[in-house]
């Protein structure tokens, strides 16, 4: 290999070599093709976790988006898993607690229902069938903590708090309770029942 070069202001090289051979793919030989795998239960499982905090992401700019001061994620559950055509319709629903519309005071801090679902463009926020389009009727106050919820069927979900008992402080409440609440055809939920779990 010679290499030339020469000084100017600034210093310019090059190479010659002898040309090379390059091989021509015959196409007559066809190529091996490559199996197409299936995802794993593991990477399935990877793959829904990525969306379930995508979708706690939504949710949480949604809130912080409606509300005034810090609000809190109560929790989410998978709502809606069914497979419509090729696709598969995926959605979450979301328990928060925040002063919504930022009336101040203790007594507009509430618990509020968001749906979060997926579409070929990503995942968003359904506003027809959340707060507060929606109405929320018989959510245990926010002075007694909600810990959880779960779904129990296709339209209700099962809140669990803590209540104030008997003997209990203002500060403190003790008593386990659960409320289950319905969903109407409008899309609002009414609490149908309360109970000591």
Same mark, same amino acid.
């Given at each position: 290999?010679?290499?030339?070069?020469?000084?100017?202001?600034?210093?310019?090289?090059?190479?010659?070599?002898?040309?090379?051979?390059?091989?021509?793919?015959?196409?007559?030989?066809?190529?091996?093709?490559?199996?197409?795998?299936?995802?794993?239960?593991?990477?399935?499982?990877?793959?829904?976790?990525?969306?379930?905090?995508?979708?706690?992401?939504?949710?949480?700019?949604?809130?912080?988006?409606?509300?005034?001061?810090?609000?809190?994620?109560?929790?989410?559950?998978?709502?809606?898993?069914?497979?419509?055509?090729?696709?598969?319709?995926?959605?979450?629903?979301?328990?928060?607690?925040?002063?919504?519309?930022?009336?101040?005071?203790?007594?507009?801090?509430?618990? !509020?229902?968001?749906?979060?679902?997926?579409?070929? +463009?990503?995942?968003?926020?359904?506003?027809?069938? /959340?707060? *507060? %389009?929606?109405?929320?009727?018989?959510?245990?106050?926010?002075?007694?903590?909600?810990?959880?919820?779960?779904?129990?069927?296709?339209? !209700?979900?099962?809140?669990?708090?803590?209540?104030? +008992?008997?003997?209990?402080?203002?500060?403190?409440? /003790?008593? *386990? %309770?659960?409320?289950?609440?319905?969903?109407?055809?409008?899309?609002?939920?009414?609490?149908?029942?309360?109970?000591?779990?």
């Amino acid at each position: 290999m010679n290499k030339l070069c020469s000084f100017s202001s600034l210093v310019f090289c090059f190479s010659l070599s002898a040309p090379q051979e390059f091989a021509i793919p015959d196409p007559t030989i066809s190529s091996p093709a490559v199996p197409v795998v299936a995802p794993t239960v593991a990477e399935q499982a990877t793959r829904e976790l990525t969306l379930e905090q995508q979708a706690t992401e939504v949710a949480d700019k949604y809130a912080d988006a409606l509300s005034c001061g810090q609000h809190e994620l109560i929790g989410q559950i998978p709502w809606n898993t069914s497979t419509e055509g090729e696709g598969q319709m995926l959605s979450w629903l979301v328990l928060w607690a925040a002063d919504l519309g930022c009336y101040g005071g203790s007594g507009s801090y509430a618990y !509020q229902l968001t749906l979060v679902e997926k579409n070929v +463009g990503g995942l968003f926020v359904n506003a027809t069938a /959340s707060s *507060p %389009v929606i109405r929320i009727k018989g959510m245990p106050s926010a002075k007694a903590p909600v810990k959880g919820f779960e779904k129990v069927a296709d339209d !209700q979900v099962k809140i669990f708090g803590i209540s104030y +008992g008997p003997d209990d402080a203002r500060c403190c409440p /003790s008593r *386990p %309770v659960a409320t289950i609440l319905q969903r109407d055809k409008q899309g609002n939920w009414q609490a149908v029942n309360s109970q000591q779990p």
